[in-house]
């Protein structure tokens, strides 16, 4: 992905941006993604062709660049009293929404249009800014809180490998075993029957 478009953009080029991403939604959810063309793309946005490749390259880092908007989490997670049910809500939540075909899909094109790996780095900072406020939180409360690359590592590495090649049985006691690793209270997650 160029440099272009990993900035956050102010004023004409934050509209440009946010009426491009929204011409790719409306037209994917009209006519479906196999109809994407960055012409009718620029056209529903009301820019020329040239202004989308010059900004995106083509419609695979264009594609990849609206993935990775959509999965930016809208919110701090929630707070469930306890460092472990805080993991395991938001565990489970992650499992279900980056399992379902939608979030298999942003996931693909967030790192297929991204030959220099920085929307997978942008992709892992939401989840490691989502576990850090659930760190703070329990910190704050006196928990002893792993650090984000353990999380990272013991709770959301599984569940991406699983989300993207075994998708099937994802289920909550799968995720609070990753959870209960990697506040040590077990030794290895116990992989989903299949």
Partial sequence: MSARAT???????????????????????????????VP????????????????????????????????????????????RADLEAWAAQFADEMSSAAGRTY????????PEQGNAARCSDYAAEQLKAIGVRAAGRGEAVPGVETLLDVVV????????FRPSDLSEGYTGHLVAAALGGDSAPSAPKS
């Avoid at 004023?11 to 109809?35: K, T």
Wanted: avoid cysteine; glycine fraction near 8%; charge should be positive.
């Fill in 7 to 37: 900035t956050r953009p102010g004023g004409r080029s934050a509209r440009v941006q946010q009426s491009v991403h929204q011409a790719v939604r409306d037209l994917e959810a009209e006519l479906g993604r196999g109809a994407l063309t």
């Fill in 107 to 114: 996931i693909r094109d967030a790192l297929l249009g991204d």
């Fill in 157 to 164: 590495a599984p569940l991406m490998y699983r989300i993207l």
């Fill in 40 to 83: 009718l793309i620029a056209a529903r946005a009301g820019v020329t062709p040239s202004t989308v490749y010059r900004r995106w390259g083509d419609l695979r880092e264009l594609l990849s660049d609206v993935a990775v908007e959509r999965l930016r989490p809208d919110a701090l997670p929630a707070d469930h009293g306890s460092l």
